[in-house]
């Protein structure tokens, strides 16, 4: 499946905004769409932030080593563009667990009254984008993870998540890599 140019121009846009920092975040607070290669869209109004990490290597080589750490996630690909090295999982859901540790090692959704974190009580849904970019030496790694939960005992609508940054580093160490944020 390949990423829709639309889509590619807002990612480039959201994922390389704030080059200087290594982190984009939308701090108007106005909404962002990304067009999807199948039509739908994919709709940000909260802070995104982009993680960025030197890894080892080209591009192309680290290519297969991104998409396997996708897989070993049990982050489904839900668009995938190898000409720009971008990997995109929407949508991915959890409940509770994150492989081996609780979904809120890798996103923040607050805490229930009683205290608990909601990102381990509720249902999760967790969007990942991810591109690999030539560096002078080696890639830059960059990946922005989004999420929203909901309680699956209540009709509440659901609420956005940020992210605590370990899902970035995760899948920088992966590669190789650490990130900077």
Do not use: H
């Not at 993680?51 to 897989?71: D, F, H, K, Q, R």
């Not at 809120?104 to 509720?122: E, F, H, K």
């Not at 005992?153 to 992966?174: H, K």
Request: proline fraction near 6%.
């Amino acid at each position: 499946m390949r990423l829709n140019t639309a889509y590619l121009g807002v990612a480039a846009a959201m994922l390389f905004a704030g080059c200087a920092t290594s982190s984009a975040v939308n701090q108007s607070r106005d909404p962002i769409m990304l067009m999807m290669s199948d039509g739908s869209q994919l709709r940000y109004e909260r802070d995104i932030r982009v993680i960025s990490a030197a890894v080892p290597g080209t591009p192309v080589g680290l290519w297969p080593a991104l998409n396997a750490e996708y897989m070993t996630l049990n982050l489904p690909v839900t668009q995938r563009d190898s000409s720009e090295y971008a990997l995109a999982a929407q949508n991915a859901q959890f409940n509770g667990r994150f492989g081996d540790g609780p979904v809120s090692r890798v996103v923040d959704c607050g805490l229930t009254p009683l205290a608990a974190p909601r990102a381990n009580a509720y249902k999760v849904w967790i969007t990942v984008v991810s591109q690999l970019q030539p560096a002078a030496s080696g890639s830059v790694l960059r990946t922005s993870v989004t999420a929203k939960a909901q309680d699956p005992n209540s009709s509440s609508s659901a609420i956005q998540c940020g992210s605590t940054g370990a899902l970035e580093a995760d899948i920088a160490r992966a590669l190789g890599g650490s990130t900077s944020n």
